[in-house]
């Protein structure tokens, strides 16, 4: 079983749309979660970090933890063109006290 | 505020070969982490320097090896190059290390190509 697992996609959603991007860990004890998205060509950049169950929002991002699930996930509201790219999950293992990638998800946004 | 810089941008090199890639981290970050990455196995952590010190390290082999300076700035070295150390190595800067570690900012990467 992988650290961090996510489905590959390609996720593909129609412009306007709600994307929901889902991710599962298997560190039970892990406590920071984050959220990167990857353009084509480029390098991560960090979008959204979750500590606590329950929701964050910003902006059209809303990431949801659910730590008895040992599930995190990501929504992308009125999803745009320019919202195309690969969203990383990322979870810090508290055992390892590094940050642990999942494979990513690519989606694609289409006009 | 610059960003994090990585040099060189891409880089060939033939099997046997060794290679060593910069990392210049944000003013002020004190973390260095190196990643490497390709197409079938994403992002895989290979170490993380702090204050000059290695904190962490991942399932590489010892030809895998980095140093950080006192000037935070960070270097990583590949011995004996493989076919399949083929990959983008991203640096990554952080405030923090240990249990806060998460919020990463990334440089833009070195190709390395091994032939």
């Known amino acids: 079983q992988k650290e961090v697992e996510q489905n590959s996609g390609p996720l593909s959603v129609p412009e306007g749309a709600i994307a929901s991007l889902n991710c599962t860990y298997s560190?039970?004890?892990?406590?920071?979660f984050f959220w990167y998205r990857q353009y084509s060509g480029k390098s991560p950049e960090l979008i959204m970090s979750?500590?606590?169950?329950g929701d964050k929002e910003d902006g059209r991002f809303t990431a949801q933890l659910n730590k008895a699930s040992q599930y995190v996930s990501l929504l992308i509201r009125d999803s745009q063109p320019s919202d195309s790219a690969t969203y990383l999950c990322a979870v810090n293992m508290a055992a390892g006290n590094k940050l642990t990638f999942g494979g990513g998800t690519r989606v694609l946004v289409k006009p | 505020k610059a960003g994090v810089t990585q040099t060189p941008r891409y880089l060939i090199k033939t099997r046997g070969q060794q290679v060593t890639l910069s990392c210049s981290p944000i003013?002020?970050?004190?973390?260095v982490s190196w990643y490497q990455q390709t197409p079938g196995q994403g992002l895989q952590f290979l170490f993380e320097?702090?204050?000059?010190?290695?904190?962490n390290k991942g399932n590489f082999p010892g030809r895998f090896s980095g140093r950080q300076f006192s000037n935070s700035r960070s270097e990583m070295n590949v011995s004996t190059l493989e076919l399949g150390d083929s990959a983008l190595y991203l640096c990554a800067s952080s405030l923090v290390s240990g249990a806060l570690i998460g919020e990463l900012f990334f440089g833009e990467g070195s190709r390395l190509t091994v032939l």
């Open positions: 003013s002020g970050h004190r973390s």
């Open positions: 560190d039970r004890v892990s406590q920071s």
């Open positions: 320097y702090f204050s000059e010190t290695q904190r």
């Open positions: 979750i500590y606590s169950n």
